[in-house]
């Protein structure tokens, strides 16, 4: 999280000085030796904060002048320090003769901002009119603790204040053509907060409506802007309402999970009948970055059109030994883009399994089928029949217990896996889907050996089977699992692994977790078997590709 920087100095001055302060010294302007001085520096402005909220450029990294915070150290009075200058960033007592003290080595520093009624190191209030600057300025809330050693004299310390809020800018970005020219504008915009403050470190109270600061007239192209309090998000709850050009009120429904210190912009298109929310984007707030995994298509809205577009996560490289920790699989495969013909399973509320098909497959794909408007949409790859949906949890998810792919058995080098196997999920508030791997990934090689093979795989615990599957995070619970993977046939040899002449490399998918009893066993057309066991316990993760070996099937 980004910060702002307050430069703390002891400044020396002729003459020792009680520890105390007295009402001669307040009086006289004399200031004790093992005074603390607060100050900012222009050399800092990189790592600071503003308390200009609404800044997006540079200055957002300044406080204005005038602005206060409160500082306060070990069982010492807090003492206000208050900006005199917002070009060269000074700072000094807003109350004359009033000092914070050097009584010992090291001190606990303690800071927040603004210095209100009511704020504190824990606890504030938010503000519910936000609609100009200085109004704004004021729920910018930051607060920070640090324990500080006395520096050599003259030397410059610092501390780095962290912002408690998320900004949400709302920004007008166009109007849905059913609207006439002077029709196209909008009035009346509030943002909603999770939360109306803070209390003991944490959000407190219900939803509050924020009335924003407006940058333009209600046009295309206007923005709003509000601080809110961060929070885990709230589906059921309003997040953006506004009137628009024909004086009907329009909502966006579901307030998104937000963090501290992170500024989110929505790009809003107005219809008649709903909001389009086009983009979102988040940024770090203090220096403008766009942070990675910030990027969607739509936010949280009611009744959106189902998902059409769709990417894949890749796999990467786990570790894995049959004695010890092995090491990390290599030369895998891509299994990032879809094929032709792919199906995929769409759920929501108001959807039960609807089946969608891409025509032409790739890395990113174009998914078709007929859904009803929903606000959030759920999907699984492949597209699996008896999936159902109770709100995060999509049940009847099936990892098969049999595994094959026809390349296998064919007379050509082949490396794959069985296209119903790896599965993978995805949520969206909006037009696409980042498919994200349930699934962990097993490597076994097979080189040119005179023979056909098989081989199962099998533990303690369910590798494969009908799953239950958390998309909130991530997690499969087994309801009819199974402890054995087959691949090949076992009553016709000659059906499965054909290593004749030819290398065969296969990837088997197992639900991710940790495992006892991890057994590979092979077998070849002499009805010889190797069976090969883990000692201990192992762990597969989701997304990742575990390589048990490369096994001569003639050798058994």
């Known amino acids: 999280m980004k910060a702002k920087y307050l430069s703390l100095a002891a400044l020396a001055l002729v003459g020792a000085l009680a520890s105390c302060q007295s009402d001669d010294e307040a009086t006289t302007g004399f200031r004790p030796d093992n005074a603390v001085s607060l100050n900012f520096s222009v050399g800092s402005l990189q790592a600071t904060t503003r308390s200009n909220a609404v800044a997006t450029d540079d200055t957002q990294s300044l406080f204005n002048e005038g602005d206060q915070i409160s500082v306060s150290t070990n069982d010492q009075e807090a003492v206000l320090f208050q900006c005199t200058s917002s070009d060269d960033q000074t700072w000094t007592e807003a109350v004359a003769g009033k000092f914070l003290l050097w009584t010992q080595n090291t001190l606990t520093f303690s800071a927040y901002y603004p210095a209100t009624a009511g704020t504190s190191m824990t606890a504030f209030n938010l503000p519910t009119d936000q609609s100009s600057v200085d109004k704004i300025a004021l729920a910018d809330y930051m607060t920070k603790t640090a324990e500080i050693e006395r520096p050599a004299s003259g030397s410059d310390i610092q501390m780095q204040l962290e912002r408690?809020?998320?900004?949400?800018?709302?920004?007008?970005?166009?109007?849905?053509?059913?609207?006439?020219?002077?029709?196209?504008?909008?009035?009346?915009?509030?943002?909603?907060?999770?939360?109306?403050?803070?209390?003991?470190g944490n959000p407190t109270g219900s939803s509050t409506e924020i009335l924003p600061y407006a940058q333009g007239n209600g046009s295309q192209g206007t923005s709003y802007?509000?601080?809110?309090?961060?929070?885990?998000?709230?589906?059921?709850?309003?997040?953006?309402?506004?009137?628009?050009?024909?004086?009907?009120?329009?909502?966006?429904?579901?307030?998104?999970?937000?963090?501290?210190?992170?500024?989110?912009?929505?790009?809003?298109?107005?219809?008649?009948?709903?909001?389009?929310?086009?983009?979102?984007?988040?940024?770090?707030?203090?220096?403008?970055?766009?942070?990675?995994?910030?990027?969607?298509?739509?936010?949280?809205?009611?009744?959106n059109p189902a998902p059409t577009t769709a990417s894949i996560e890749d796999y990467t490289a786990g570790t894995f030994g049959w004695d010890g920790d092995g090491s990390a699989a290599t030369g895998l495969p891509t299994i990032n883009t879809f094929a032709a013909n792919d199906e995929i399973s769409i759920l929501s509320a108001k959807n039960t399994n609807t089946q969608f098909?891409?025509?032409?497959?790739?890395?990113?794909?174009?998914?078709?089928?007929?859904?009803?408007?929903?606000?959030?949409?759920?999907?699984?790859?492949?597209?699996?029949?008896?999936?159902?949906?109770?709100?995060?949890?999509?049940?009847?998810?099936?990892?098969?217990?049999?595994?094959?792919?026809?390349?296998?058995?064919?007379?050509?080098?082949?490396?794959?896996?069985?296209?119903?196997?790896?599965?993978?999920?995805?949520?969206?508030t909006g037009s696409s889907l980042t498919f994200q791997n349930a699934c962990a990934i097993l490597k076994v090689t097979f080189p040119m050996a005179l023979t056909y093979g098989r081989f199962t795989i099998s533990?303690?615990?369910?590798?494969?089977?009908?799953?239950?599957?958390?998309?909130?995070?991530?997690?499969?619970?087994?309801?009819?699992?199974?402890?054995?993977?087959?691949?090949?046939?076992?009553?016709?040899?000659?059906?499965?692994?054909?290593?004749?002449?030819?290398?065969?490399?296969?990837?088997?998918?197992?639900?991710?977790?940790?495992?006892?009893?991890?057994?590979?066993?092979?077998?070849?057309?002499?009805?010889?078997?190797?069976?090969?066991?883990?000692?201990g316990s192992v762990t597969f993760e989701a997304g990742k590709i575990y390589d048990l070996g490369s096994y001569d099937l003639f050798k058994l």
């Open 225 to 303: 802007t509000a601080l809110v309090v961060p929070g885990y998000g709230d589906n059921s709850a309003d997040f953006i309402a506004l009137t628009d050009g024909e004086n009907n009120t329009r909502l966006v429904k579901g307030i998104p999970e937000l963090e501290a210190g992170h500024s989110y912009t929505f790009n809003l298109t107005v219809g008649k009948n709903r909001i389009l929310v086009q983009s979102v984007t988040v940024q770090d707030w203090t220096t403008g970055t766009t942070l990675a995994g910030g990027q969607a298509t739509e936010a949280p809205a009611s009744d």
């Open 357 to 428: 098909t891409t025509s032409a497959g790739g890395a990113s794909a174009t998914f078709s089928g007929t859904a009803t408007d929903d606000s959030k949409f759920y999907a699984v790859y492949p597209y699996t029949a008896g999936l159902t949906l109770s709100g995060d949890v999509i049940s009847g998810i099936v990892i098969p217990t049999s595994q094959w792919n026809s390349g296998w058995n064919s007379g050509d080098d082949f490396s794959g896996w069985d296209p119903k196997a790896p599965i993978a999920y995805a949520t969206t």
């Open 459 to 535: 533990a303690n615990e369910p590798l494969a089977g009908t799953f239950s599957l958390d998309t909130s995070t991530g997690t499969l619970t087994p309801t009819s699992g199974s402890t054995t993977v087959t691949v090949g046939n076992p009553s016709n040899i000659y059906s499965g692994i054909k290593a004749e002449y030819t290398g065969k490399t296969v990837y088997v998918a197992i639900a991710p977790g940790t495992y006892t009893g991890f057994n590979l066993h092979l077998y070849n057309e002499d009805n010889k078997d190797k069976p090969i066991t883990k000692s």
């Open 164 to 200: 408690k809020m998320a900004r949400v800018i709302v920004r007008i970005s166009g109007f849905g053509s059913q609207y006439d020219d002077d029709e196209k504008t909008v009035s009346n915009v509030s943002i909603y907060s999770e939360a109306s403050g803070i209390a003991d």
